[in-house]
């Protein structure tokens, strides 16, 4: 499976940038066999609200995440994914959200996450680590 940190799902809407609007768009239409994890959707609604200025709602936000939930499948968190974030944050040294972010994906089988968040680190827990929005 594969699987998109919330900065892909924002950039998507934000016209500020039009090259990362486009990469994120890109990857969200071609993600094939595609996650939603549950701290991703959560994120999502709430950094959402800082595109109310260029007139992206909340109430699209939520249209957007029914529409996601309807392709992709949902990551749930389960208490195993906080010992799979705590040997992430020790053995790496990421902050508790991306080890949680890593610890599901590790836990749901995501091979692939598309983030900026992370730079080069190649892969983490056994999850491949890519940031469409890197300048080739």
Known sequence: MNAVDTNILIYAHDPRDVRKQEAALAVI?????????WQVACEYLSASRKLEPF????????????DLQSLWTPVLPSWSMHQRAERAMSSHGISFWDAMLIAACA????????TEDFGNVGSIEGVQIVNPLAIA
């Open 29 to 37: 239409e071609g993600l094939v066999n595609g996650a939603l994890l």
């Open 107 to 114: 836990e749901a089988s995501i091979s692939r996450l598309y």
């Open 55 to 66: 007139g992206f709602r909340l109430a699209d936000a939520w249209e957007n995440l029914r």
